[in-house]
C-alpha cells in the first residue's frame, strides 16, 4: 500500500508503532539508518531531520557535514523481526543539503532521474533480482567461521541442504514487509542460497534489494548464521552473483530490444567499477559461470548477457557479471542510460557466440573483449568515459575512484 504523510502519522497512532528507521545507503550500497520517535514525524515529513554526513564514507568532511533525511511515505515497511508491541517501520529517504539543494550522493535519486528520462524517452525499464549469498557457522566467539552450513550442491534437498528453513523464513518475512520472492533454493556452492524476485519498476526492484540483503542477514544472524553476500567468500567455490534481469516496455520491435543489449555491451567496460565494486569481485569473473568476456548469446551461461527462453512480458536480458556488492540504484542507473544510448542511436547488435567460452580455444578467446582485470583497470576506464561522466556525478566517480 502506498502511503501519504497524514497516513503514516495516522497509522503510527493506531498500530502502535513506536520507532520509525528513516534508512539511506552510502555510495557503495551500504544500508544506513536513524530511528526517530512517532512525535517527530510531522518535522521531518516538513522539514527533514539531520545528520552528520562526515561520518559516512564519502559523504563530506567536518567542514560540510550537515545533511538532511527526508522520509518517503510511500515507501513506509514494517520490521517484522521487531516487537508486536511497540512496533518498529522503515521508511526509505532521500537526501538534501540544509539549502535544500539535492546532495550529489544520494543514489537512489540518481536512479529517479533515469527512470523519468527514460520515461520522457518513451520507455520503462524493469528489473528482476538474483542475488546468491553463502551461509556459514560462527564459531565459539559468536564470529562468522570459514565454515559453510552444508556440503549441498545445486538445488539440492534437506537433510542435505542444511539451508531450506532459513529460506523459508526469509521469504515469509519479505511477505509480511510486502516483498514476494518468486522462487528460492540451494546453490551450487557448499551452504551457497538463492531468493529471485519477479520483475518490477525499476526503483522498486532496487528498493527490494537492499531490503532483501537486510533481511537475509537479520534472519541468519537469529538462527546462529552468517549470511555472506562477498564475491567470492571461498576461493575453491562458486562467487556470489547478482544477476540483473532487464526488460522493455513498450517492446516495439526486436530491434529495439536488440539495440538496448547493444548500449549494454557498449558501455560495460566503463559500468564496471560500479557493478563490481572491491577487489574480490575479480577474483569471481572467469570461472563458476561468472562472465569474463563482452559476448552475448540464448540461454548461454558462459556468457556476459544471456537471453533467458522466455516469451511476451517474460522476454528479458539476464547481465551476469554484477556481484551483490554493487550499489544496486547505481546498477540500474547506468544500465538504464546504456540502454537507453543503444535504442536512439540504433545500435546494432553483434553476432551471438554461441559457444562456451569456459571450454572455447584461445584462437577464439583472443576475438573476444574482455571485461576489466581489477579494480584499478576499471576505475580506470570509468574515470575516462565520457558516458559515466555523463550520468555519474563527480563526487560519486572519485569516490569510487579514490577508494
Same mark, same amino acid.
Given at each position: 500500500?502506498?502511503?501519504?504523510?497524514?497516513?503514516?502519522?495516522?497509522?503510527?497512532?493506531?498500530?502502535?508503532?513506536?520507532?520509525?528507521?528513516?534508512?539511506?545507503?552510502?555510495?557503495?550500497?551500504?544500508?544506513?539508518?536513524?530511528?526517530?520517535?512517532?512525535?517527530?514525524?510531522?518535522?521531518?515529513?516538513?522539514?527533514?531531520?539531520?545528520?552528520?554526513?562526515?561520518?559516512?564514507?564519502?559523504?563530506?568532511?567536518?567542514?560540510?557535514?550537515?545533511?538532511?533525511?527526508?522520509?518517503?511515505?510511500?515507501?513506509?515497511?514494517?520490521?517484522?523481526?521487531?516487537?508486536?508491541?511497540?512496533?518498529?517501520?522503515?521508511?526509505?529517504?532521500?537526501?538534501?543539503?540544509?539549502?535544500?539543494?539535492?546532495?550529489?550522493?544520494?543514489?537512489?535519486?540518481?536512479?529517479?532521474?533515469?527512470?523519468?528520462?527514460?520515461?520522457?524517452?518513451?520507455?520503462?525499464?524493469?528489473?528482476?533480482?538474483?542475488?546468491?549469498?553463502?551461509?556459514?557457522?560462527?564459531?565459539?566467539?559468536?564470529?562468522?567461521?570459514?565454515?559453510?552450513?552444508?556440503?549441498?550442491?545445486? =538445488?539440492?534437498?534437506? &537433510?542435505?541442504?542444511?539451508? #531450506?528453513?532459513?529460506?523459508?523464513? /526469509?521469504?515469509?518475512? @519479505?511477505?509480511?514487509? %510486502?516483498?514476494?520472492?518468486?522462487?528460492?533454493?540451494?546453490?551450487?556452492?557448499?551452504?551457497?542460497?538463492?531468493?529471485?524476485?519477479?520483475?518490477?519498476?525499476?526503483?522498486?526492484?532496487?528498493?527490494?534489494?537492499?531490503?532483501?540483503?537486510?533481511?537475509?542477514?537479520?534472519?541468519?544472524?537469529?538462527?546462529?548464521?552468517?549470511?555472506?553476500?562477498?564475491?567470492?567468500?571461498?576461493?575453491?567455490?562458486?562467487?556470489?552473483?547478482?544477476?540483473?534481469? =532487464?526488460?522493455?516496455? &513498450?517492446?516495439?520491435?526486436? #530491434?529495439?530490444?536488440?539495440?538496448? /543489449?547493444?548500449?549494454? @555491451?557498449?558501455?560495460? %567496460?566503463?559500468?564496471?567499477?560500479?557493478?563490481?565494486?572491491?577487489?574480490?569481485?575479480?577474483?569471481?569473473?572467469?570461472?563458476?559461470?561468472?562472465?569474463?568476456?563482452?559476448?552475448?548469446?540464448?540461454?548461454?551461461?558462459?556468457?556476459?548477457?544471456?537471453?533467458?527462453?522466455?516469451?511476451?512480458?517474460?522476454?528479458?536480458?539476464?547481465?551476469?557479471?554484477?556481484?551483490?556488492?554493487?550499489?544496486?540504484?547505481?546498477?540500474?542507473?547506468?544500465?538504464?542510460?546504456?540502454?537507453?544510448?543503444?535504442?536512439?542511436?540504433?545500435?546494432?547488435?553483434?553476432?551471438?557466440?554461441?559457444?562456451?567460452?569456459?571450454?572455447?580455444?584461445?584462437?577464439?578467446?583472443?576475438?573476444?573483449?574482455?571485461?576489466?582485470?581489477?579494480?584499478?583497470?576499471?576505475?580506470?576506464?570509468?574515470?575516462?568515459?565520457?558516458?559515466?561522466?555523463?550520468?555519474?556525478?563527480?563526487?560519486?566517480?572519485?569516490?569510487?575512484?579514490?577508494?
Amino acid at each position: 500500500m502506498k502511503y501519504t504523510s497524514e497516513e503514516v502519522i495516522q497509522y503510527t497512532r493506531e498500530e502502535d508503532v513506536k520507532f520509525i528507521r528513516l534508512t539511506f545507503c552510502d555510495v557503495f550500497g551500504k544500508q544506513k539508518n536513524i530511528a526517530i520517535m512517532p512525535q517527530e514525524l510531522p518535522r521531518a515529513f516538513a522539514d527533514g531531520i539531520s545528520f552528520d554526513a562526515s561520518a559516512i564514507r564519502g559523504f563530506g568532511d567536518e567542514t560540510h557535514s550537515d545533511l538532511l533525511l527526508h522520509p518517503e511515505p510511500e515507501t513506509l515497511m514494517p520490521l517484522p523481526w521487531r516487537p508486536e508491541h511497540g512496533r518498529v517501520m522503515q521508511m526509505l529517504s532521500s537526501i538534501t543539503r540544509p539549502d535544500g539543494t539535492p546532495f550529489p550522493c544520494d543514489t537512489r535519486s540518481l536512479l529517479k532521474k533515469a527512470v523519468t528520462d527514460a520515461r520522457d524517452a518513451g520507455y520503462e525499464f524493469t528489473f528482476g533480482a538474483e542475488q546468491e549469498f553463502y551461509l556459514f557457522l560462527l564459531d565459539e566467539n559468536g564470529r562468522p567461521s570459514a565454515e559453510p552450513i552444508d556440503q549441498a550442491s545445486y =538445488m539440492d534437498i534437506a &537433510p542435505d541442504d542444511c539451508g #531450506e528453513n532459513v529460506r523459508r523464513e /526469509i521469504c515469509l518475512t @519479505l511477505e509480511q514487509m %510486502g516483498i514476494y520472492p518468486e522462487s528460492s533454493h540451494h546453490e551450487e556452492g557448499p551452504g551457497q542460497n538463492e531468493i529471485d524476485f519477479r520483475y518490477a519498476d525499476a526503483l522498486t526492484a532496487a528498493d527490494q534489494t537492499l531490503a532483501f540483503q537486510r533481511v537475509v542477514r537479520t534472519v541468519a544472524h537469529r538462527n546462529g548464521l552468517f549470511a555472506d553476500f562477498s564475491p567470492k567468500p571461498l576461493s575453491d567455490a562458486p562467487g556470489n552473483g547478482f544477476h540483473i534481469n =532487464m526488460s522493455l516496455r &513498450p517492446l516495439l520491435d526486436s #530491434e529495439t530490444f536488440s539495440s538496448m /543489449i547493444a548500449g549494454i @555491451l557498449k558501455n560495460i %567496460g566503463v559500468m564496471t567499477a560500479f557493478l563490481n565494486p572491491c577487489e574480490a569481485s575479480y577474483r569471481r569473473l572467469g570461472s563458476f559461470k561468472a562472465p569474463k568476456y563482452v559476448s552475448w548469446s540464448h540461454e548461454n551461461r558462459s556468457q556476459l548477457v544471456r537471453l533467458p527462453a522466455a516469451l511476451g512480458e517474460y522476454r528479458r536480458a539476464e547481465l551476469r557479471s554484477p556481484d551483490p556488492a554493487a550499489n544496486p540504484y547505481l546498477a540500474f542507473t547506468l544500465m538504464i542510460y546504456a540502454g537507453l544510448e543503444g535504442i536512439r542511436n540504433r545500435l546494432p547488435l553483434c553476432a551471438p557466440l554461441d559457444v562456451n567460452l569456459y571450454t572455447a580455444s584461445q584462437e577464439v578467446l583472443s576475438a573476444c573483449e574482455k571485461l576489466p582485470e581489477d579494480f584499478r583497470k576499471a576505475c580506470e576506464k570509468a574515470a575516462g568515459s565520457d558516458f559515466v561522466k555523463a550520468h555519474i556525478p563527480s563526487e560519486i566517480l572519485d569516490i569510487y575512484c579514490r577508494a
